[in-house]
């Protein structure tokens, strides 16, 4: 199993950037797959979740602004983040769940397989 994330980058306030999570030995619509991202200094959390069955869930500072969506075909996971703010300067994660049942979607805790992170600096 491996999580492949590309697509960070410098961008201005307000910005936008397309994030991609590229799988591979796990197919999309058996795994909830999640976008974490963690600044220096603070905990890592919970951004994003695309379910097995394609539901989309979002934390609240992302809900609105961000869109997260899958290609099955390409076996990939996208976030495209818009109006982006200094404050979300962050190594962003995405990360792979392939049990079933209820989860916290938000928790690190829940998931099992993890990319290298890609980083998305905002400048003011």
């Known amino acids: 199993v491996q999580l492949v994330e590309s697509g960070g980058g410098l961008v201005q306030s307000g910005g936008s950037l397309r994030l991609s999570c590229a799988a591979s030995g796990l197919p999309l619509d058996d795994y909830a797959i999640a976008w974490f991202r963690q600044a220096p200094g603070k905990e890592r959390e919970g951004v994003s979740c695309?379910?097995?069955?394609?539901?989309?869930y979002y934390s609240r500072s992302a809900q609105g602004r961000f869109t997260i969506s899958r290609d099955i075909a390409e076996n990939t996971v996208y976030l495209q983040m818009n109006s982006l703010e200094p404050e979300e300067t962050a190594v962003y994660y995405c990360?792979?769940?392939?049990?079933?049942?209820?989860?916290?979607?938000?928790?690190?805790?829940?998931?099992?397989?993890w990319g290298q992170g890609t980083q998305v600096t905002v400048s003011s």
């Open positions: 695309i379910s097995s069955d394609g539901s989309p």
């Open positions: 990360a792979a769940r392939r049990r079933r049942g209820w989860y916290i979607w938000s928790s690190r805790l829940e998931y099992d397989y």
